[in-house]
C-alpha cells in the first residue's frame, strides 16, 4: 500500500486552469503507475491520464491537448495541469496508485467545479 495526499481543486470559470497535486509515501519508481481519476455525479470513476514509472504518459480522449500529467520524483509528487478547462470536468478528482496489475491506493478526493 502506498499513502496518497492530494491538494488543489476549487471553483474556476470556463476556460480556466487548475493544478492537482499528489504526494506520495513511497519512491514514484516503485509504484508501477500513477493516475489520476475523475468522478462525476451519478457516474463511475473513469481514468484521466496516468504516468508510469518510466514515466510514459496516457490521457483519456476527452483532455488531450487540455490536461498535463507530470511527476518530481524527488518530491514523490505527481501533477495534473488542467488548462481550457469546461463545465464537463466538473468532478470528484482522484489520485491513484497501481501497484503491480491493480489499482490499490486512492487519496481523498478533491472537487474541481467549472462554472461561470
Known amino acids: 500500500q502506498v499513502q496518497l495526499v492530494e491538494s488543489g481543486g476549487g471553483l474556476v470559470q470556463p476556460g480556466g486552469s487548475l493544478r492537482l497535486s499528489c504526494s506520495a509515501s513511497?519512491?514514484?519508481?516503485?509504484?508501477?503507475?500513477m493516475g489520476w481519476y475523475n468522478q462525476a455525479p451519478g457516474k463511475g470513476r473513469e481514468l484521466v491520464a496516468a504516468?508510469?514509472?518510466?514515466?510514459?504518459?496516457s490521457y483519456a480522449d476527452s483532455v488531450k491537448g487540455r490536461f498535463t500529467i507530470s511527476r518530481d520524483t524527488a518530491k514523490n509528487t505527481v501533477y495534473l495541469q488542467m488548462d481550457s478547462l469546461k463545465p464537463e470536468d466538473t468532478a470528484v478528482y482522484y489520485c491513484?496508485?497501481?501497484?503491480?496489475?491493480?489499482?490499490?491506493?486512492w487519496g481523498q478526493g478533491t472537487q474541481v467545479t467549472v462554472s461561470s
Open positions: 491513484g496508485a497501481r501497484l503491480g496489475t491493480s489499482w490499490s491506493s
Open positions: 513511497k519512491s514514484l519508481f516503485s509504484i508501477s503507475a
Open positions: 504516468i508510469n514509472s518510466v514515466g510514459y504518459t
